[in-house]
Nanobody, 122 residues
Framework: QVQLVESGGGLVQPGGSLRLSCAASGSIRSISGMGWYRQAPGKQRELVAGFSGSGTINYANSVKGRFTISRDSAKNTVALQMNSLQPEDTAVYYC????????????????WGQGTQVTVSS
């Protein structure tokens, strides 16, 4: 069994910062591709930042220069440092993993966390 547990969301004023964390736990042998998506009310879920399976980092154009993603592969964690937050960053942020290879040799594709709310408002 595998879990993705997110933390760090909340309410922040425009210009402020938040740090999101995601930890994958359970019967994990390895993980390929890990990152963050977000979904604002009435909008489609979109990639915010992520590591591809080859280790390439991708950022949405709207967050480049403000957000930084980091990963600890040994601990199966990923973090998103969000600076200079704006009201348009308000959304539910989801941790996502492309592939999970379990210790029982199962493969899980497209695994999502439960989401954490980020609200940017004065």
């Amino acid at each position: 069994q595998v879990q993705l547990v997110e933390s760090g969301g909340g309410l922040v004023q425009p210009g402020g910062s938040l740090r999101l964390s995601c930890a994958a736990s359970g019967s994990i042998r390895s993980i390929s591709g890990m990152g963050w998506y977000r979904q604002a009310p009435g909008k489609q879920r979109e990639l915010v930042a992520g590591f591809s399976g080859s280790g390439t980092i991708n950022y949405a154009n709207s967050v480049k220069g403000r957000f930084t993603i980091s990963r600890d592969s040994a601990k199966n964690t990923v973090a998103l440092q969000m600076n200079s937050l704006q009201p348009e960053d308000t959304a539910v942020y989801y941790c996502h993993v492309d592939w999970i290879y379990t210790t029982t040799f199962f493969t899980v594709k497209d695994y999502w966390g439960q989401g954490t709310q980020v609200t940017v408002s004065s």
